[in-house]
């Protein structure tokens, strides 16, 4: 690959005799792999499941077929490995509430999902509209019933949320160098004063993201780039700033501490981890993880949102539930125009906010009717459901297509609404009518499977 020659001096000088090898590793093979998801409670059948990652629970190395059930269902998830060390040092504990600010597609906050277990809260923040979209789907086809999805910036973020989260994730936009190898267009933006040019911006989006944490907090700071500028040099500014101290990171085979010496010397800053692609099966990752010592901002008494639901639209909701589903009891439900949601009865007010997300998009009020949605279907475990039906790979096709299609039971099926079930996978509703099945894959996401 034709590196900028730029950045070859560059990382000649920083990093010496490594320096041949770590510019050979960008003619190697991209290294791929994927994570499975917890919140399913089947395992995904059309990967291969034997070559795990051993610095993630859910990770194993291989490709995944975007046209698959697996993928489709959201059972697997495909991420680089070094991106999926991000997650497993965040490790949220059940019930936090965790702030992932950089989000689309959506890699760390479904990872995040993970460990979340639909607990707490997870509030899923990308700034571009376009690339927000990108995290619903991906945040919707993973199931998490405990995600608010918002297409804010950082500041505005910060009024809404002071002294709020107990860990923050901000995979921070870079100068992107990691993606290098994967993605030679990522090159055209390079030049030497690039790396500083984007510390500018991640100073500004931490200095938002630490008055949003708790006293104990966490912060987790991560990218994609080799840089020091944007790595150890951001981590040395944060310690100077800020009352925050290291956590140390598990470095596992090839992985390496940062480098002190190419900051301003702060032993500490040791404890974070670099993950380089001549050293490590992956693109390569800079991660580190800091604590909150004391209060930056008092949080104000944050007044939370509420279930705003008429009686009659409560009425079809409960019918719905008790025809459907035996198992699932959101604790808040908010409604946002004819759309209704589960809200985390921690939600402040979301005046002010653009949201595209408040909870779990539970379906749709149309006249005297309730439709489940997309979105439902994909969050609730099949076990739980009172109507599912079987469908085989034939079916699947035609469901994704758009397309409606025939079921052939032993016994008829009753009229209503079904969780359509492809090897073991919750993969969308569909509506039985006289034995046909009507079509409910949204619009937006239909394929067609050769
Ligand atoms: C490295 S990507 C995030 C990848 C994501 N965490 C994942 O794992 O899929 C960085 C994201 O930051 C967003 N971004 C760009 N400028 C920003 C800003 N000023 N504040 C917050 N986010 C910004 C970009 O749109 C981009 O989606």
Not at 168 to 194: R, T
Not at 419 to 431: D, E, M, R, T
Request: glycine share 6%.
């Amino acid at each position: 690959m034709q590196l900028p020659e730029q950045f070859k001096l560059k990382y000649q000088q920083l990093l010496g005799a490594q320096a041949t090898a770590f510019f050979n590793s960008f003619d190697q093979p991209v290294n791929h792999a994927f994570r499975i998801n917890p919140l399913k409670q089947a395992l995904p059948t059309e990967v291969d499941l034997s070559h795990p990652v051993p610095h993630c629970q859910w990770g194993y190395y291989g490709k995944v077929n975007g046209k698959s059930v697996d993928h489709q269902s959201g059972a697997v998830y495909s991420q680089e490995p070094s991106a999926m060390y991000v997650g497993e040092v965040a490790a949220p504990k059940t019930g936090m509430k965790v702030l992932d600010l950089c989000a689309a597609p959506g890699g760390k906050s479904t990872h995040l999902a993970s460990f979340l277990a639909n607990t707490g809260l997870l509030v899923s923040n990308e700034i571009n509209h376009k690339r927000a979209k990108v995290l619903v789907e991906n945040l919707e086809r993973f199931g998490a019933q405990n995600t608010m999805i918002l297409n804010e910036t950082p500041q505005n973020l910060r009024k809404h949320f002071p002294g709020y989260f107990d860990q923050i994730l901000v995979d921070a936009p870079c100068s992107g160098e990691g993606m290098f190898h994967k993605d030679p267009d990522a090159m055209q933006y390079w030049n030497l004063d690039y790396p500083s040019e984007c510390a500018v911006r991640q100073r500004e989006i931490l200095r938002d993201a630490v008055q949003m944490l708790t006293p104990g907090g966490e912060l987790v700071y991560s990218t994609c780039t080799f840089a020091p500028e944007e790595d150890e040099q951001i981590i040395a500014w944060l310690l100077d700033e800020y009352p925050l101290e290291m956590v140390p990171i598990k470095k596992y085979d090839g992985m390496v501490a940062a480098k002190p010496e190419w900051a301003n010397g702060n032993p500490a800053i040791a404890n974070a981890v670099r993950l380089f692609p001549h050293l490590f099966k992956g693109e390569g990752h800079f991660i580190a993880k800091l604590r909150l010592t004391q209060a930056i901002k008092s949080p104000k008494k944050v007044k939370v949102e509420r279930r705003n639901l008429s009686r009659d639209q409560q009425q079809l909701w409960d019918d719905f539930i008790s025809t459907n589903i035996d198992q699932f009891t959101p604790t808040e439900l908010i409604c946002f125009g004819d759309q209704l949601y589960t809200l985390n009865p921690k939600t402040p007010q979301l005046k002010g906010l653009k949201v595209m997300r408040p909870g779990l998009l539970l379906g749709t009020f149309k006249k005297k009717r309730f439709e489940p949605s997309y979105a439902l279907a994909l969050a609730i475990q099949p076990q739980a459901m009172k109507k599912t039906v079987q469908i085989d790979h034939h079916q699947w096709a035609a469901y994704v297509h758009g397309d409606t299609f025939q079921v052939v039971t032993q016994s008829p099926l009753t009229k209503g609404w079904y969780q359509l079930i492809c090897n073991q996978q919750a993969i969308g509703f569909g509506k039985n009518v006289n034995g046909t099945i009507k079509n409910f894959f949204p619009k937006g996401l239909r394929f067609s499977v050769k």
